[in-house]
């Protein structure tokens, strides 16, 4: 789970204004992906090798006098979900005010760690003076004064708000947390796909730039867990001229391809498997990804119990032996089985991921090889004497023999198709190896 530091306050404190120091050359990005606009500012910071996320909430109180509480309730309720430090801005030019006090009272209620950053303390008077006065909001905080215009006291407020952070180790904000690409072919439904899941799921927690505008990672929370989702379903609607539609996407799937781990391929139910569908897998598939097919649409199919089934079959059969991967019968417009779809997806994350110990290989697999060995070849016998895991991001094998170079694909065929038979691997591809021993 990345950090998140949520920034709150009233208006016209210097949220924006720390928020800019804190995320300093680091670019902030309010984008608008399916026409699903995001009212917070995000950006990326890192602190004493500790990353985190910012969120400048201010953004959300624009209203007029009266929808003000509800404006402050709608952000504190975002930090409430989101922060892992929440930053409270109180201004030392003009005081403690009554809507400092208000927004004190909400803050009271929530169980997060809270620091009161008494800001625009340029002198020192409001240093020593004025911000002191906010220890009388009776917030169980401390009163950090700083400046965001000239950047004194930020540093002792963040060496405070790193010591809250619960995971010391993460290097890098998205290290650990699965990066899934959405592919297919255009019009398969990939921005339906994504609209369907942002609109009932509006937990996106940050968003950050590609390498080009090409594409917008989301951070995405459901079922507790973290996922990053590639976009890049926006870009098409703006290429307008339309020759350069094949060859956007190709481009953009294949970005997008190399950044994730997982691949959730999206399939028209109504065209079935085309070749177009079975190049994007065989390049997913290729770069070792984990993959998902999701065949969209299944709405507009008129079926019975046993479509499903006999659909799913034929689809894998014409892909054998690239036809490991779950397959889901969906449609992002009836938002049917849309979820499951994610959820497999971080099954096959995890899978990716297994490591199985040498010796359980040795145990399971070496009686299997002894009873169906590879064939001799001009006399020779091949002999597989044990086998190991690489630790590899993708599931890779060796198997050490004797004659490595007699050992033909249909063989190999036969050796990961006990792996998965034992060891499952299901929507992602097992390379193996043999080394001469
Ligand atoms: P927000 O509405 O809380 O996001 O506040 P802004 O960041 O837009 O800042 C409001 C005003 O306060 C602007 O005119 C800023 O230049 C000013 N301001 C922000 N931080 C400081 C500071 O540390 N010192 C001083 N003197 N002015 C500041
Ligand atoms: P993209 O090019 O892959 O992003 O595809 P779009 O999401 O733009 O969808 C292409 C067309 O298919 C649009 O007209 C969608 O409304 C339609 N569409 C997408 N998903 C579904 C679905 O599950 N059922 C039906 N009936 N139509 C869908």
Redesign the pocket.
């Known amino acids: 789970m990345a950090n998140i530091v949520a920034i709150v306050?009233r208006?016209?404190?210097?949220?924006?204004?720390l928020f800019n120091r804190l995320i300093e050359e680091r670019v902030a990005i309010t984008d608008n992906v399916s026409g699903v606009t995001r009212d917070r500012h995000y950006g990326q910071s890192v602190w004493t090798e500790k990353y985190f996320t910012v969120i400048d909430t201010?953004g959300y109180v624009v209203g007029s006098e009266d929808t003000f509480e509800g404006a402050i309730r709608d952000q504190v309720a975002l930090a409430l979900d989101e922060a892992t430090v929440i930053l409270f801005?109180v201004d030392t030019?003009t005081g403690l005010t009554d809507l400092d006090k208000e927004f004190a009272n909400i803050l009271r209620r929530i169980d997060k760690p809270v620091l009161i950053v008494a800001?625009?303390a340029?002198t020192f008077e409001r240093q020593s003076l004025v911000a002191p006065e906010f220890y009388a909001l009776g917030l169980d905080a401390d009163v950090y004064p700083i400046?965001?215009?000239d950047g004194s006291g930020t540093g002792e407020l963040l060496d405070e708000v790193v010591k809250h952070f619960e995971d010391e180790g993460v290097e890098d904000p998205d290290a650990c947390i699965p990066k899934i690409a959405i592919l297919g072919r255009p019009n398969a439904g990939k921005s339906s796909f994504l609209n369907a899941l942002l609109g009932k799921d509006r937990s996106i927690v940050t968003d950050i730039a590609g390498t080009t505008r090409d594409s917008i990672d989301t951070h995405y929370k459901l079922f507790g867990k973290d996922f990053i989702l590639t976009d890049t379903a926006g870009i098409r609607k703006k290429a307008k001229v339309h020759e350069d539609i094949e060859f956007y996407s190709t481009i953009r799937s294949l970005k997008a391809l190399e950044n994730s781990e997982v691949c959730i391929i999206i399939l028209d139910a109504e065209r079935g498997l085309e070749a177009q569908d079975i190049h994007i897998i065989a390049q997913a598939h290729n770069a070792k990804k984990g993959i998902v097919l999701m065949i969209n649409k299944w709405d507009l199919i008129e079926k019975d119990s046993k479509t499903a089934d006999k659909m799913g079959k034929e689809i894998l059969e014409r892909l054998a032996p690239m036809n490991y991967m779950p397959v889901i019968f969906a449609s992002a417009l009836n938002k049917q089985r849309i979820f499951q779809v994610i959820e497999k997806a971080m099954e096959v994350y995890e899978m990716r991921q297994e490591k199985i110990s040498t010796s359980k290989l040795n145990a399971t697999l070496l009686p299997l090889i002894e009873r169906t060995p590879p064939p001799a070849i001009k006399g020779k016998y091949i002999k597989i004497k044990y086998i190991t895991q690489l630790p590899t991001p993708s599931p890779t094998f060796v198997f050490f023999c004797n004659l490595p170079q007699y050992i033909k694909e249909a063989y190999e065929r036969f050796l990961i198709n006990k792996i998965r038979e034992h060891f499952g691997f299901g929507g992602v591809a097992i390379t193996v190896f043999f080394r001469k021993k």
């Open positions: 306050g208006p016209n404190v210097g949220k924006s204004t201010g801005v030019i800001n625009k340029e400046s965001s215009t």
